[in-house]
């Protein structure tokens, strides 16, 4: 496990057309990593924020002739895509291949520059794309056969409390959207999620496009085509290694990169504002929360609010949970910005407290052939690499010498080692066997019990009808709708039991023939 906070970057946009018409002023100076924001209109001073990064992209670019927005020479200050990704998006694939969970996600007022970051703009290729296309480099880059990789892509977007699959059409959603879910192997997860296999940056850029196209689309008072919804794209990257004795070692990270909506309070967007200012509020009460917790000040007994909206249940994981989480803070340089500018430099200065405890995702096959290989390093490293004698080895005459009997306690040593964990790889086979051989029983008790139930209910059945039969012959007046709706029911429980039976068999059947149901 790895205890980490939360990193936090902020980044400054340059003016707009609407800021430089009216001549506004630049409220924010940055300093390496240190952020401030001057009151120039109120006058009450300024304040200095420290962070990860603090990433100045308001001037000092030139635009190349491929429309590149970049440092206009050596000693400008401005802070393309390239460099936000290099320390950004690189840290989250170094994490995935580790077998972290990862998120990073964009958050600031509306117009600020989230999406810039996050998405991009032409040519000037944001984040996300990035990192896709940088995960397909780095595999390609693999030239180990024992090692394959699988990329699945789920696109989502949290919309007035609901979550909305874009990877399926809007009117083949469920009405109240999807559920948000734990599970030990996935950690939070999006119930029902579509989940689409790739295998190259172009097929994610289709995806991302097709998402893209499936968002619900409302306007703002800052940007009008901007999107008022959070956006989640997840990336499920496994990587499967098959070992000499033929075991599968898989270490799965779920990535998720996320475009929130804008952050500013409600008065100041038009009237949708409400359902996103929940999922706003929310995770701003989360983070001031962690916050409290990362420093100790959080009450006795006071729970993190997790679960007041979509958007903080989704990323529980990512804040205060398992995952390796970076936070980039978008912020506008006008002094007409001022509060919300100062908001979320508040905010982002209480997400830096927050503490994650990152674990990685290995299956045990996975986590035991690694003791193993990492065992073998170190004995290499103890009788060669270090210049230690090993009496004929290819350092032997140089460094301190180990002696015959210390060189047979390490090799002993390591034997046992090696032999434990095949004992332990036993173990869990024979576990897994188990645990397979008790669910078979558990499902021929379950048809048995099903077979049983059903010759219960046909003999009642039988017994019924001939009472009846016996009745109607003998004319009785007694007999009513009554009698009749008995039998009913009983034929009725007579066919679910035959039915649970029927599909049980049909289950093996199933699996027997693979896939072919006869
Ligand atoms: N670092 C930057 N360099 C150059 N232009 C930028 C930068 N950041 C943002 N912009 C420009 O500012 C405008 C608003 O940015 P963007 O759409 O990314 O904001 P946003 O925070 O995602 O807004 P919304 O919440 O409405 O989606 C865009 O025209 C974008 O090109």
């Given at each position: 496990?790895?205890?980490?906070?939360?990193?936090?970057?902020?980044?400054?946009?340059?003016?707009?057309?609407?800021?430089?018409?009216?001549?506004?002023?630049?409220?924010?100076?940055?300093?390496?990593?240190?952020?401030?924001?001057?009151?120039?209109?109120?006058?009450?001073?300024?304040?200095?924020?420290?962070?990860?990064?603090?990433?100045?992209?308001?001037?000092?670019?030139?635009?190349?002739?491929?429309?590149?927005?970049?440092?206009?020479?050596?000693?400008?200050?401005?802070?393309?895509?390239?460099?936000?990704?290099?320390?950004?998006?690189?840290?989250?694939?170094?994490?995935?291949?580790?077998?972290?969970?990862?998120?990073?996600?964009?958050?600031?007022?509306?117009?600020?520059?989230?999406?810039?970051?996050?998405?991009?703009?032409?040519?000037?290729?944001?984040?996300?794309?990035?990192?896709?296309?940088?995960?397909?480099?780095?595999?390609?880059?693999?030239?180990?056969?024992?090692?394959?990789?699988?990329?699945?892509?789920?696109?989502?977007?949290?919309?007035?409390?609901?979550?909305?699959?874009?990877?399926?059409?809007?009117?083949?959603?469920?009405?109240?959207?999807?559920?948000?879910?734990?599970?030990?192997?996935?950690?939070?997860?999006?119930?029902?999620?579509?989940?689409?296999?790739?295998?190259?940056?172009?097929?994610?850029?289709?995806?991302?496009?097709?998402?893209?196209?499936?968002?619900?689309?409302?306007?703002?008072?800052?940007?009008?085509?901007?999107?008022?919804?959070?956006?989640?794209?997840?990336?499920?990257?496994?990587?499967?290694?098959?070992?000499?004795?033929?075991?599968?070692?898989?270490?799965?990270?779920?990535?998720?990169?996320?475009?929130?909506?804008?952050?500013?309070?409600?008065?100041?967007?038009?009237?949708?504002?409400?359902?996103?200012?929940?999922?706003?509020?929310?995770?701003?009460?989360?983070?001031?929360?962690?916050?409290?917790?990362?420093?100790?000040?959080?009450?006795?007994?006071?729970?993190?609010?997790?679960?007041?909206?979509?958007?903080?249940?989704?990323?529980?994981?990512?804040?205060?949970?398992?995952?390796?989480?970076?936070?980039?803070?978008?912020?506008?340089?006008?002094?007409?910005?001022?509060?919300?500018?100062?908001?979320?430099?508040?905010?982002?200065?209480?997400?830096?407290?927050?503490?994650?405890?990152?674990?990685?995702?290995?299956?045990?096959?996975?986590?035991?052939?690694?003791?193993?290989?990492?065992?073998?390093?170190?004995?290499?490293?103890?009788?060669?690499?270090?210049?230690?004698?090993?009496?004929?080895?290819?350092?032997?005459?140089?460094?301190?010498?180990?002696?015959?009997?210390?060189?047979?306690?390490?090799?002993?040593?390591?034997?046992?080692?090696?032999?434990?964990?095949?004992?332990?790889?036993?173990?869990?086979?024979?576990?897994?066997?188990?645990?397979?051989?008790?669910?078979?029983?558990?499902?021929?008790?379950?048809?048995d019990e099903g077979l049983r139930r059903f010759r219960q209910e046909m003999d009642r059945i039988k017994t019924l009808i001939q009472t009846l039969e016996s009745q109607l012959a003998g004319?009785d007046?007694s007999l009513t709708v009554g009698d009749l709706s008995v039998v009913e029911s009983h034929t009725r429980r007579g066919g679910d039991c035959l039915k649970e039976a029927v599909?049980?068999?049909?289950?093996?059947?199933?699996?027997?023939?693979?896939?072919?149901?006869?």
């Open positions: 496990m790895s205890d980490s906070a939360v990193k936090v970057a902020v980044r400054v946009r340059p003016f707009n057309q609407r800021e430089k018409g009216l001549d506004a002023v630049c409220c924010i100076a940055m300093a390496g990593p240190t952020t401030t924001i001057n009151d120039v209109d109120g006058g009450t001073g300024e304040e200095t924020f420290t962070f990860d990064y603090s990433f100045w992209s308001h001037d000092g670019f030139a635009i190349s002739d491929e429309g590149l927005l970049i440092p206009e020479d050596g000693n400008s200050p401005y802070v393309d895509q390239k460099k936000v990704f290099d320390c950004l998006g690189v840290e989250v694939l170094n994490n995935a291949w580790t077998g972290y969970h990862c998120c990073l996600f964009a958050y600031g007022q509306t117009g600020a520059g989230k999406s810039y970051s996050m998405v991009g703009f032409g040519p000037n290729k944001g984040i996300i794309p990035t990192t896709c296309q940088d995960i397909f480099r780095r595999i390609g880059e693999n030239h180990d056969p024992a090692k394959h990789f699988e990329v699945t892509i789920g696109m989502l977007e949290i919309y007035n409390e609901k979550i909305q699959d874009l990877l399926i059409h809007a009117n083949q959603r469920t009405k109240g959207g999807l559920e948000v879910r734990e599970s030990k192997q996935l950690g939070i997860y999006v119930q029902d999620l579509t989940k689409r296999a790739v295998n190259s940056y172009e097929a994610i850029e289709d995806l991302v496009d097709e998402g893209t196209a499936n968002r619900t689309i409302g306007s703002t008072l800052m940007n009008a085509t901007s999107s008022r919804a959070n956006t989640v794209l997840i990336i499920e990257f496994t990587q499967v290694t098959t070992y000499d004795m033929g075991k599968e070692g898989r270490k799965l990270s779920v990535i998720k990169l996320v475009d929130l909506a804008g952050s500013e309070n409600a008065e100041q967007t038009v009237a949708i504002a409400s359902a996103i200012n929940k999922s706003m509020s929310a995770l701003r009460n989360v983070i001031s929360a962690l916050a409290d917790k990362g420093s100790g000040k959080l009450k006795k007994g006071q729970l993190i609010p997790y679960r007041d909206s979509k958007l903080t249940r989704l990323l529980q994981n990512a804040l205060g949970g398992s995952s390796k989480t970076i936070m980039i803070c978008a912020v506008s340089p006008a002094s007409s910005n001022y509060e919300e500018t100062l908001s979320t430099l508040r905010c982002a200065d209480r997400a830096k407290k927050i503490m994650n405890h990152a674990e990685i995702n290995e299956d045990p096959t996975e986590k035991l052939l690694n003791q193993l290989k990492r065992e073998n390093e170190r004995l290499k490293a103890l009788l060669g690499g270090q210049g230690v004698a090993t009496g004929g080895g290819p350092n032997g005459a140089g460094g301190s010498a180990v002696s015959e009997a210390e060189r047979m306690r390490i090799v002993e040593n390591h034997k046992k080692e090696i032999a434990a964990i095949e004992k332990a790889l036993e173990e869990e086979e024979a576990a897994k066997q188990a645990a397979k051989q008790a669910a078979e029983r558990a499902k021929e008790a379950a048809r004319n007046a599909d049980y068999l049909s289950s093996k059947h199933t699996t027997q023939a693979g896939g072919v149901v006869r």
